[in-house]
C-alpha cells in the first residue's frame, strides 16, 4: 500500500484534503476494498478513543446496511443537471404560486358574489331611501329645524369586511402584494357605493 | 481546506450511482449514529436497528441532499428522527411487545439474544479491540498521542492542533497518519491472528 495513499486517505477521514484530492481518493476508496477496510478500521481508532462505550466495536453494521441497499436500484445517475432544474423550478415557484393564488382569489370573490344575496345587500335592500325619512321642507307654521345627518348604517361595510376576511384566511395561498391589492381594492370599492355592487371586470382586474 | 469536502464528494459519487462510496460513509459515521441513538434507546442492539434503518433513508434521500449543510448534520438529523419515532411507536404499543414476549417460548430469546450479537465471543472480541487500541495509543510517543487524542477526542481541526502543538501544519497531517497507522498495525495483528473475524472490522 503506498504510504502517501495512506496518508492521504487519513487526512480524507479528517476531513482534511483538498476537494480535488478528495475526489480522485473517494473514487478510489468506493472500489478498493482494502482501502475500505483500513477507512473502517480509522473509524473503530476514533470511536475506542472517545470512549463510545455503547457501541459494539465488532459489530457488522455496514454489512447489514450493504446487504439491504444491494436490493436497492443505484441512485440517478444525472443527478447534477436534475439539481440544476430544481433550482431553475425553484425560482419560478413564488412567481407560479402568486399567479395561482390570485387566480383562486378571483375564483372566489367572483363565487361568493354570484351566491345568494350578501346581508349587506339585503339590508340595502329592506332599508328605505333615506329621502323619505326626511323632511322635505318645513311645513308653514313650524320652525325651522336643521336635520343632522346620520352616519351610514354599519351593515353597508358588510360584504367588503366578508371578502377582506376571506382573503386573510386564506393568505396562506397569496402573496402579500396581491393580498394587500386586494384588500385595498375592496376598502377603496365601499367609499362612494351604498350597498351597491361592484362590477365584477373591476375585481378581476385587481386581482390580478 | 474545505470541511467537509471528503463526506461530499462520497455523496456526490453515491449520487452518482456508486453504492461503494455510501459504504465508505457508513463505515465512517457507523459509531456516532449507534452512540447518538443509544441516547435515545438503551438496547444496543436496538440503536443498531436504529441507526440501519437511519442509514437506509439517508440513502433514498440522497438525491434530494444539495450538501447546504454538512453531511453528519443532515444524517444525524435523520437518525434522530428515527429514533424518536422508534421509541414513540415502541412506547405506544407495550402490552403488544410483552405479550408477544411472554407468548413465545423460550426460542424467543436465544434468537434475541444471537440477533443482539450479546454472546460472550462478540463481548471478548470487543473488549479485545478496546484493549487493544488503548495499549496502541499508550505506547505511541508522545507528539503522535497528542495530536490524535485532540483530533479524535478533541475534534480539533489540523490548524487548531498546529497551533496548541506549535508546528506546521503538514506535521500534524503527518503525526495523525503516523499514530493511526501504528494502532492498525497492532488491530490487524489481532484480528488476522487467530481470531478470523477481521472482515467484521468494518
Known amino acids: 500500500m503506498n504510504e502517501e495513499l495512506d496518508s492521504q486517505l487519513s487526512a480524507m477521514f479528517d476531513d482534511e484534503l483538498l476537494p480535488a484530492e478528495c475526489e480522485l481518493l473517494a473514487r478510489r476508496l468506493s472500489r478498493d476494498e482494502h482501502l475500505k477496510a483500513r477507512w473502517g478500521r480509522y473509524a473503530i481508532v476514533g470511536a475506542v478513543i472517545r470512549a463510545e462505550r455503547g457501541v459494539r466495536l465488532n459489530a457488522p453494521l455496514a454489512g447489514r446496511v450493504n446487504a439491504v441497499l444491494l436490493a436497492e436500484p443505484a441512485l440517478a445517475a444525472h443527478t447534477a443537471p436534475r439539481d440544476r432544474n430544481q433550482v431553475r423550478l425553484r425560482w419560478w415557484q413564488p412567481l407560479a404560486g402568486a399567479a395561482v393564488a390570485a387566480g383562486v382569489a378571483t375564483v372566489s370573490i367572483m363565487w361568493l358574489r354570484a351566491q345568494a344575496p350578501l346581508p349587506g345587500q339585503l339590508v340595502a335592500q329592506v332599508t328605505p331611501p333615506r329621502q323619505a325619512s326626511l323632511p322635505t321642507a318645513s311645513s308653514p307654521g313650524q320652525g325651522d329645524s336643521y336635520i343632522v345627518p346620520r352616519p351610514k348604517p354599519a351593515a353597508v361595510m358588510v360584504p367588503s369586511t366578508e371578502l377582506a376576511n376571506y382573503v386573510v384566511a386564506h393568505s396562506v395561498f397569496s402573496n402579500p402584494v396581491t393580498r394587500r391589492n386586494l384588500l385595498s381594492a375592496f376598502m377603496t370599492s365601499e367609499a362612494p357605493a351604498t350597498g351597491t355592487q361592484e362590477p365584477q371586470s373591476n375585481v378581476k382586474a385587481i386581482a390580478q | ?202
Not at chain 2, 465508505?24 to 438503551?42: E, S
Not at chain 2, 438525491?63 to 437518525?79: H, K, M, N, V
Open chain 2, 1 to 202: 481546506m474545505s470541511a467537509d469536502a471528503s463526506d461530499l464528494s462520497l455523496v456526490r459519487r453515491v449520487q452518482r450511482g456508486d453504492k461503494g462510496a455510501f459504504d465508505a460513509l457508513v463505515l465512517k459515521y457507523q459509531h456516532k449514529l449507534v452512540k447518538l441513538v443509544m441516547r435515545y434507546v438503551r438496547n444496543p442492539a436496538e440503536a443498531e436497528d436504529i441507526a440501519q434503518e437511519a442509514f437506509i433513508k439517508a440513502y433514498r434521500a440522497l438525491p434530494q441532499f444539495r450538501g447546504d449543510s454538512a453531511f453528519y448534520t443532515w444524517l444525524y438529523r435523520i437518525a434522530i428522527n428515527t429514533a424518536k419515532n422508534a421509541v414513540v411507536s415502541r412506547d405506544r404499543s407495550p402490552v403488544e411487545y410483552d405479550l408477544d414476549r411472554n407468548n413465545n417460548d423460550e426460542s424467543y430469546d436465544m434468537q434475541g439474544r444471537m440477533k443482539d450479537s450479546e454472546t460472550p465471543e462478540g463481548l471478548v472480541l470487543t473488549d479485545e479491540i478496546r484493549s487493544t487500541v488503548n495499549a496502541a495509543i499508550d505506547a505511541l510517543p508522545e507528539d503522535l498521542r497528542t495530536a490524535i487524542v485532540l483530533r479524535e477526542l478533541e475534534g480539533l481541526s489540523y490548524e487548531e492542533i498546529a497551533a496548541a502543538m506549535d508546528c506546521p501544519v503538514g506535521t500534524v497531517r503527518s503525526r495523525i497518519f503516523r499514530a493511526r497507522e501504528a494502532i492498525d498495525r497492532r488491530l490487524r495483528e489481532v484480528f488476522e491472528g487467530g481470531l478470523g473475524r477481521a472482515e467484521e472490522l468494518g
